[in-house]
């Protein structure tokens, strides 16, 4: 079953936050929420996962919705 994409920290919500502030792409998630327990990275996250991930970041790429410094 795929991730919420409104929740805060899942892979769809941080992928679009790394493409959002031009970070690398880096698969990853926190299961409780953005910066809250601990950071799951590519190596132990479902291949589901990690295209929600890239879906997130792809999505903010295309719309080119970047943070402005």
């Not at 959002?20 to 799951?40: A, C, T």
């Not at 589901?48 to 903010?60: C, K, L, V």
């Amino acid at each position: 079953m795929p991730e919420d994409k409104e929740r805060h920290g899942g892979p769809y919500d941080r992928g679009s936050a790394d493409s959002y502030y031009r970070r690398q792409f880096d698969p990853h998630y926190y299961p409780l929420g953005s910066y809250r327990g601990e950071r799951i990275c590519e190596d132990k996250m479902t291949n589901e996962q990690i295209m929600e991930y890239a879906e997130g970041y792809d999505d903010n790429d295309d719309a080119g919705n970047f943070k402005e410094y």
